[in-house]
């Protein structure tokens, strides 16, 4: 399995990007996708998730309402809708994925067994 994140960039607060992470392998195994990230000095946390059986979603507090996680089935391939950016989300925002039932867990960074390389996200006033 192959994870692969990019989109990111520089934005001004308030504005929006979009991280796709395309996927690749065994992804008919995939029972959730997620995004986690990472800031500079602080333990990586997650932002969302996507249960790929039905599309349910899952989102932490501090981004509820702002970001909105997608798919795409034909091309195995996963969005992150990144909307009023706040300089706290700058960070470096990670893809990952697990072939297990893990919605009890599904905010634990160590449920996950697939991860990509991260793409940077910055926001600046």
Known sequence: VQLQAFGG?????????????????RTFSFRYMSWFRQAP????????????????????????????????????????QMNDLRSEDTAVYYCTASPSEIQSNIASQFAYAYWGQGTQVTVSS
């Open 9 to 25: 960039g520089a934005v001004q607060t308030g504005g929006s990007l979009r991280l796709s992470c395309a996927a690749s392998g």
């Open 41 to 80: 000095g602080k333990e990586r946390e997650f932002v969302g998730a996507l249960k790929w059986s039905g599309g349910h979603t899952y989102y932490a507090d501090s981004v509820k309402g702002r970001f909105t996680i997608s798919r795409n089935n034909a091309k195995d391939t996963m969005f992150l």
